[in-house]
């Protein structure tokens, strides 16, 4: 089971805007596909003209003294708790060990003599395998590098931490999207994400395909379904927007959302959030396949929260979920 901190959004990912910068060597697989959002794949039969294609990032074998590096820009400045290093279909060509070094510079690109801190020891590594690795830090970086000794391919590169938005300047806004992934929120539980992972409803613009939504299994007994989002920051809410882009044959037949202040900036356990006294922000509203829902403060209840519970009937997907307000 993975550990607690992939609760946390991915930011390192192309979805967020996270870029790869630069390299030492990508000759075998470009170094872009380090940061793919889809999970890596494996095609027998494909070959490129300088080799195999891999899924992933993968440097020739080195003749030389001296290791291959990746320096990735991360989507939004944020907290770094942990990182997932993915070595999948790499058998007899992955890294013997890793190590990662990150950095804060808000202008351009770090430098190789930047002031990079180690956040990750060097570690050992295994073929075809996902390596889970908490980190310890508080502070606050824009950019990562991925080191690996000497040589060789990993498919991806995933790094779980809190989005930092610089509300001095968002404070402003009269009105934002509190949610956003980009202002902090998070999606902090669910009782199922089988077909879509829970954090997808809060990624910027509009899902691509069906993939990049929240879509649970198809539900055959009572009951619904649930997600609860935390806030990037306390807002009064004002507006809702429930988009179900790409689902066309199996999207919810209605939802619910309510809302409540909680203190605390650590996930709560799955248990918590049924004790929770959650208050009715907007009833039973009916959703139709492949489209996006606004409801505004005649259909809502305004109201103070930190976190909200979406609540689908009975099941299906969601693509994207905006809650609208003004920030405290």
Not at 245 to 259: C, I, Q, S, V
Request: with cysteine; net charge positive; proline share 5%.
């Amino acid at each position: 089971m993975p550990p607690k901190f992939t609760q946390y959004v991915d930011l390192a990912s192309e979805r967020l805007g996270a870029q790869v910068l630069s390299c030492s060597d990508d000759f075998f697989a470009e170094k872009e596909n380090l940061i793919k959002f889809d999970e890596p794949i494996f095609i027998v039969d494909k070959y490129t003209d300088n080799g195999k294609w891999m899924d992933g990032w993968e440097s020739r074998r080195r003749r030389t003294p001296g290791h291959d590096w990746c320096v990735v820009k991360l989507g939004f400045p944020g907290r770094i708790h942990g990182v997932e290093v993915n070595t999948a279909f790499f058998k007899g060509n992955y890294p013997e060990s890793c190590w990662i070094e990150a950095v804060h510079c808000m202008d351009g690109e770090p430098k190789l003599d930047s002031p990079w801190k180690k956040i990750l020891a060097k570690k050992k590594l295994k073929g075809d395998s996902q390596h889970f690795f908490k980190v310890d830090s508080k502070d606050a970086f824009t950019h990562v590098r991925l080191n690996i000794d000497p040589d060789g391919g990993v498919a991806r590169l995933r790094v779980h931490g809190e989005v930092l938005p610089h509300w001095e300047t968002l404070m402003k806004q009269p009105q934002l999207d509190l949610a956003f992934v980009g202002h902090g929120g998070r999606a902090e539980a669910c009782n199922d994400e089988f077909f879509g992972k829970k954090g997808n409803l809060l990624l910027p613009n509009r899902a691509r395909n069906m993939g990049e939504g929240w879509e649970t299994r198809r539900r055959r007994g009572k009951g619904h379904d649930w997600v609860v989002i935390k806030l990037g920051r306390k807002g009064l809410i004002q507006g809702v927007e429930v988009d179900t882009l790409h689902f066309k044959g199996n999207y919810p037949d209605h939802f619910t959302l309510e809302a409540a202040v909680i203190k605390g900036e650590k996930p709560k356990a799955q248990s918590y959030w049924g004790k929770v006294k959650w208050k009715s922000l907007l009833k039973s509203a009916k959703l139709e396949a492949h489209q996006l829902h606004k409801f505004g403060p005649g259909s809502l209840k305004e109201m103070e929260a930190t976190h909200v519970r979406l609540k689908i009937f009975p099941d299906g997907g969601v693509s994207r979920l905006r809650i609208h307000g003004e920030p405290r």
